[in-house]
C-alpha cells in the first residue's frame, strides 16, 4: 500500500511538471508567434518610415545633413560605439539602446512599454530598422526622433549644425531627460564636463549602459 501511494505521488508530481513544462512552452510559442508578426508588420512599415532619411542621405551615401564625420563619431561614441559594425542590437548589452533601438522605440510604438516592449524594440531593430536601412538614415532618423535640432534653436537660437562644440554637447546631454537636463542647468554642466572627460581620454565608460559616466564624476 505504502509503495502504491509513493508511485501515485510520483506520478501526480511528474503530470504535474509536464504540464507545466508544457504550458510553459506552449507560452513561449505563443510569444514568439506574436513578437513575429510583430516584425513582420515593422519591416512592411519601414521603407515609408525612413523614406525623408534615405532621401536625405542619398541612400547612405552621405552623412545626415549639416553633421561633420567628427561630430557623428561623437555622437557615437556617447551613444553607441559599436553602431558601424553592428546590425542593429549590441549583442554585448542587449538592453542598451543602439541608434536602431532607439529609433524603433520612438517610431514603432504608440504607447512603448517596458518588458516585452524591450523585447520587441531589440527584434525591430536587428530584423527591421538593421537590415532595411542605411546607416546614415539610421543617424539622421535618430537625430531628428531626439528633437536636437529644435533643442538647438530652442537654446541657442541657431541649426545644430552651427552649434559650437560645447554647445552641441550641451544638446546631447539633455537627450535622456531634456526637462531636468536642459542646457544652462547645473545637471547638464555636470553631465557635459563628464563627456569631455570622456572623450579626452582621461576616464573609462562602466560598460554601454553607463550614460552617466560614474567614473568620469571625480
Given amino acids: 500500500m505504502l509503495d502504491a501511494r509513493r508511485r501515485a505521488r510520483a506520478f501526480g508530481a511528474a503530470t504535474a511538471g509536464s504540464a507545466l513544462a508544457a504550458f510553459a512552452g506552449a507560452a513561449l510559442a505563443g510569444v514568439i508567434g506574436y513578437e513575429a508578426v510583430s516584425v513582420a508588420l515593422a519591416r512592411v512599415a519601414t521603407p515609408a518610415l525612413f523614406a525623408r532619411y534615405e532621401a536625405e542621405t542619398e541612400h547612405g551615401a552621405k552623412l545626415p545633413p549639416g553633421f561633420s564625420r567628427e561630430r557623428i563619431e561623437t555622437l557615437l561614441k556617447l551613444r553607441d560605439p559599436g553602431f558601424w ?6 549583442w554585448s548589452a542587449p538592453l542598451g539602446a543602439t541608434v536602431a533601438q532607439s529609433v524603433a522605440k520612438k517610431f514603432y510604438f504608440a504607447d512603448f512599454k517596458p518588458g516585452f516592449g524591450k523585447i520587441r524594440e531589440t527584434l525591430i531593430a536587428q530584423f527591421a530598422v538593421g537590415p532595411l536601412t542605411s ?3 539610421q543617424l539622421a532618423a535618430f ?11 530652442k537654446w541657442f537660437g541657431k541649426p545644430l549644425a552651427d552649434l559650437e562644440d560645447h554647445e552641441f554637447l550641451s544638446v546631447i546631454a539633455s537627450a535622456d531627460n531634456p526637462k531636468d537636463y536642459a542646457p544652462g542647468t547645473p545637471v547638464n554642466a555636470e553631465r557635459v564636463r563628464r563627456i569631455e572627460k570622456y ?5 573609462e565608460r562602466r560598460g ?3 550614460v552617466w559616466l560614474e567614473d568620469c564624476g571625480e
Avoid at 85 to 90: F, P
Fill in 199 to 203: 572623450l579626452a581620454g582621461l576616464c
Fill in 143 to 153: 537625430i531628428d526622433a531626439n528633437g536636437w535640432g529644435e533643442a538647438a534653436r
Fill in 208 to 210: 554601454f549602459a553607463d
Fill in 85 to 90: 559594425t553592428h546590425g542593429g542590437v549590441d
Fill in 135 to 137: 546607416k546614415s538614415a
